[in-house]
């Protein structure tokens, strides 16, 4: 029989869509039966279980799923013992101390023997005890944004994303204890033909991830100009330059990254480049 790679997603949620569009982006296209917990795919030897969040680090770790999609948050909450593969870039949150708006905040003393509700009871404990506050944490498994309103707690400690669940129950984040993004997590000592299968995986999701971290860009420029806008432009290994019909001008191609675009875009216009087009990259090889 053909050895399949089993990884645990989430069933639905904030890290479901993104998980299932970085897969689509890669090839690998899941059948999946309304209702299903269990999809397989045509085109990639692998199997996935759809989760609970709060279910995948200890599937993982326990070898029921050989890998899995989780937020970092539910990972370090949790404790197992897992590897983290690689982060993925989606599902940033944080996880921080919220209050009732109108109430006065001048530091973390403010939480010392205060009730606070949470589903991250570990990552809370370990970060007041990292800054020396005792409080009472009251763990509670959802909807934590509506404890202090019913006067179960006095504050919050959850995770903040847009911020708009804070704003609809008039808490205001004041404190950031970590930050959070999704993570490809594997299980210690995974079997050498599924190591080989994850190998192939990474090797999809890096080309899938440089693609749309990246741009192409092509601009004509002024021969004499051409060797300021080289310096400017990295580039994969250094940039395609080639004349135009036009003599005395040149085309020049290259890949630029999206944090430093609009940087690197000012800079071309400044030292002459015109007719600079921008085009998305489908898949980057590197
Ligand atoms: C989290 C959290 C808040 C909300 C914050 O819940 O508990 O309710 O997201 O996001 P916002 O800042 O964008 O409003 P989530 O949707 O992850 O569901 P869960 O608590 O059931 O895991
Ligand atoms: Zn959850």
Not at 90 to 107: D, M, N, Q, T
Not at 108 to 125: M, Q, R, V
């Amino acid at each position: 029989m053909e050895t399949k790679i089993r990884i645990a997603l989430q069933k639905k949620g904030r890290l479901n869509e993104d998980s299932m569009k970085l897969f689509k982006e890669a090839g690998i296209k899941f059948s999946v039966g309304s209702g299903k917990l269990v999809a397989s795919s045509a085109s990639f030897p692998i199997e996935v279980l759809f989760l609970r969040d709060d279910d995948i680090p200890q599937t993982v770790a326990d070898g029921v799923a050989d890998i899995g999609i989780v937020g970092e948050n539910e990972m370090y909450e949790k404790g197992f013992d897992v590897d983290v593969v690689r982060k993925l870039g989606f599902g940033k949150c944080r996880l921080s101390l919220a209050i009732p708006k109108a109430l006065e905040y001048e530091g973390l003393k403010w939480f010392e023997g205060k009730k606070i509700a949470t589903s991250y009871p570990n990552i809370l404990k370990d970060y007041f005890s990292k800054k020396g506050i005792n409080a009472d944490i009251h763990e509670i498994a959802g909807s934590v944004e509506i404890a202090p309103g019913i006067g179960l707690a006095d504050a919050i400690f959850d995770i903040v994303s847009s911020g708009s669940t804070l704003v609809a129950n008039r808490l205001k984040e004041v404190d950031v204890a970590m930050h959070s993004e999704a993570v490809l997590i594997a299980k210690k000592g995974l079997e050498p033909e599924k190591q080989e299968l994850l190998d192939q995986l990474l090797f999809r999701l890096n080309a899938v991830q440089a693609a749309s971290s990246n741009k192409y860009v092509l601009l004509n420029a002024p021969n004499d100009k051409v060797d300021d806008i080289v310096k400017i432009l990295p580039g994969m290994k250094s940039p395609t330059v080639l004349p135009l019909a036009d003599k005395g001008w040149s085309s020049i191609h290259s890949v630029i990254s999206e944090k430093e675009f609009w940087d690197v875009i000012d800079k071309l216009k400044a030292n002459g480049a015109q007719g600079i087009l921008i085009i998305p990259i489908e898949k980057m090889i590197l």
